[in-house]
């Protein structure tokens, strides 16, 4: 399958079972479930919203799913927008082949399009630097919790408005399912 065979499209309420399958094979025995059940909790969760659900499809199947979700920052003075990627996810057999990175990508412009000034993530800085993330506390940016130091820099955020990093700063509030301390032990 070549990329150009991939389609990125806005999830629908009739994806969710094939969503969730796609988190739990992309994450394991071991993960899989804990993710699962988190995106199944945050397509629920009000306070995440508005949300950002893409999936990559091939051959009529889902294959790739990317959730991005509303935060708010504290304090709270600021008047842009922010969203959270949480989780990112490929089928196992599709895995290396950029599925990933479109996902992500799509989601910036959809994003951007929407007024979206901040994007933020964790995860691992070796994938999610080539997309321009870059580590967010040294911007100004705490996380919902504390992150250890030795993965500090799996915290980051990335500016989809030119110049708005340096305008702002402060703890970042997820939606109330991602905002469990389990889900920020990197």
Known sequence: MNANQIT???SD??????????????????????????????????TGKPI???VAEADERIIGHVLF????????ATPLKHQILAPLAVVTEQQGRGIGGRLIRDGFRR?????????????DPDYYSRFGFKPAGVCGFQAPHP??????????VHELETGVIDSCGG????????????????
């Not at 979700?69 to 709270?76: F, I, K, S």
């Not at 992150?147 to 980051?156: C, K, L, S, V």
């Not at 703890?171 to 990197?186: F, G, P, Q, S």
Request: aromatic share 6%.
């Open 8 to 10: 990125i499209r806005k």
């Open 13 to 46: 309420e009739h994806d969710r079972d094939e969503i969730l399958a796609v988190h739990l094979d992309a994450f394991g025995n071991d993960e899989g479930p804990v993710i699962a059940t988190l995106v199944d909790q945050m397509f629920d969760d009000a």
């Open 52 to 54: 950002y659900s893409l």
């Open 69 to 76: 979700t509303a935060v708010t920052m504290e304090p709270g």
């Open 111 to 123: 994003l951007a399009d929407d007024g979206v000034d901040l994007v933020f993530v964790l995860g």
């Open 147 to 156: 992150i250890p130091d030795q993965h500090a820099g799996a915290w980051m």
């Open 171 to 186: 703890t970042v509030k997820c939606c109330n399912a991602l905002n469990d301390r389990k889900h920020w032990i990197e």
